[in-house]
């Protein structure tokens, strides 16, 4: 019979799991709305100049505040909370300048980002340079004034998702939402809601502008001509005398610490390697019965993930109580009730449905009509699918190859020897080789078995007397009890 050995994983196997599960998030990709695709027909050049715009004043006192907000890189949950708290906390501002420079990103976080745009109190002017595509559009058409650089673009904001290396087309009620949305926020103010939608469904034709089968694109001068943008400038100094104000304070807001550490832990590959590392850490918790740095290191990944996605206001009370009561439940499930089985699959549906809870960006109605429900749940599993091969590969395969005992720390011979059947150790001593709350680890003569305490806390080290057994466990008393 093959003796039961329980390998310990070093840090250098911990730094490979990162690899590994890395890589596996990857593949899978996640949800996202940028579109690079041109529109094909266009109408012609408008011969609108800077110095043919009219100016955009502002009723507002001299020395008025005016804040500067740059939308950049990949639109995100940690870009979204930024967003949301540099136009809550400058209600007095005269206006709040939006420089825009992206190519798409997170439908939730766009949608996100548009309605706290749509409820500033102060002027908000978009400023894009270069770009404005996708998610960078919707956070466009959401502010008072759109404002474009020489050769800035605007438009492709096709929902797709990406995976498998490669981008797909959404399903329809995607694409239908995010048409409602381009077109009620274009209404909003004032602009062409026909125009919007144009940018969202190739279905969409506008004669003279778009095609059937194109997806709209416009640029400066397109953009100016249709009447989705307001003018064109050179920079922001030009922005800023368009507004006419005199002698503003301009303000820079920045992303604190909390919001960068936030948007790189809600970065999608971030996010999903913490998943992965904590179910991990779960798994092999309920394995060896025990608590190992392992199983902390996946802890502190799940505390991670749900700090990050609590910064960016993913994860409220009803999300952080379902996880709490999950671990609980599997605190339970290892330490009380070990092998009753109830409490475990109780704590990790809990922890799952936390999980899936914490992904979702907007109204459950409307993630589970648009398939980001959906989406969510499927990364969820897939990052358990992940952490349960690799825990299989970790404890089954690389302990027993040069290369994994370079990985993997073990503290008996691995290989094929002989041990007496369990109904032969009835009556002998041997000493508990983890603590026995009630369930854990005895050495009888040199052998490992997994054992239970018939009643009582029994510490590492302790000697203790096999009493019977109970399916593969033996059960143990401490020696002078028996």
Not at 43 to 59: C, F, H, K, R, Y
Not at 232 to 252: C, G, H
Not at 257 to 267: D, K, N, Q
Not at 419 to 437: I, K, Y
């Amino acid at each position: 019979m093959r003796s039961a050995t329980y390998p310990r994983l070093s840090f250098r196997g911990l730094l490979v799991a990162f690899v590994i599960l890395s890589g596996v998030q990857i593949a899978f990709g996640q949800k996202s709305d940028s579109d690079d695709e041109d529109s094909g027909y266009r109408p012609e050049p408008s011969t609108n100049t800077a110095a043919d715009v009219q100016p955009l004043p502002i009723d507002a006192p001299s020395g008025s505040k005016v804040v500067v907000v740059a939308i950049d890189r990949t639109v995100e949950l940690g870009l979204a909370a930024f967003v949301r708290r540099a136009v809550e906390t400058n209600p007095d501002a005269a206006a709040i300048i939006f420089e825009v420079n992206t190519l798409g990103g997170r439908v939730d976080a766009a949608i996100q980002i548009r309605d706290a745009i749509l409820e500033a109190k102060p002027r908000t002017v978009a400023f894009i340079h270069p770009r404005a595509i996708s998610a960078g559009a919707l956070i466009s058409l959401a502010c008072d004034n759109v404002l474009m650089s020489e050769g800035a673009t605007i438009g492709a904001v096709t929902p797709i998702q990406g995976g498998a290396g490669q981008a797909e087309a959404v399903g329809e009620k995607m694409v239908s939402y995010m048409r409602a949305e381009m077109r009620a926020t274009a209404e909003a103010n004032g602009r062409r809601g026909d125009i919007a939608e144009a940018m969202v469904d190739r279905e969409v034709v506008i004669e003279g502008i778009v095609d059937k089968g194109k997806l709209l694109t416009l640029d400066t001068d397109q953009a100016i001509k249709l009447g989705m943008a307001d003018g064109r400038f050179d920079n922001l100094d030009a922005v800023l005398a368009a507004l006419t104000l005199e002698s503003p304070a301009l303000v820079t807001t920045e992303l604190n610490w909390g919001e960068e550490i936030a948007r790189w832990l809600t970065e999608p590959t971030v996010s999903g390697l913490l998943l992965s590392v904590g179910m991990l850490g779960l798994m092999i918790a309920f394995y060896t019965r025990t608590v190992g740095a392992f199983t902390v290191a996946g802890f502190i990944s799940l505390a991670l993930f749900f700090g990050g996605h609590a910064v960016v206001h993913l994860v409220g009370w009803e999300e952080a109580l379902l996880f709490l009561a999950g671990v609980i439940l599997v605190v339970i499930e290892i330490f009380f009730v070990p092998g009753f089985g109830v409490p475990g699959v109780l704590g990790l549906i809990c922890v799952i449905s936390a999980l899936v809870l914490s992904l979702i960006g907007m109204p459950l109605d409307v993630s589970f009509e648009t398939g980001l429900l959906a989406d969510a749940m499927t990364r969820v599993l897939l990052s358990l699918l992940g952490a349960f091969v690799l825990a299989l590969v970790a404890m089954r395969v690389l302990s027993r190859t040069e290369f994994g005992r370079a990985l993997v720390l073990e503290t008996a011979e691995v290989g094929w020897i002989s041990a007496p059947p369990a109904s032969d150790l009835v009556g002998r001593v041997g000493e508990a080789l983890t603590d026995l709350r009630p369930a854990g680890k005895v050495v009888i003569e040199g052998k490992r078995y997994e054992a239970s305490s018939e009643r009582q806390f029994i510490a590492q080290g302790a000697r203790v007397r096999v009493i019977g057994k109970e399916g593969p466990e033996l059960i143990v008393r401490p020696e002078g009890d028996a």
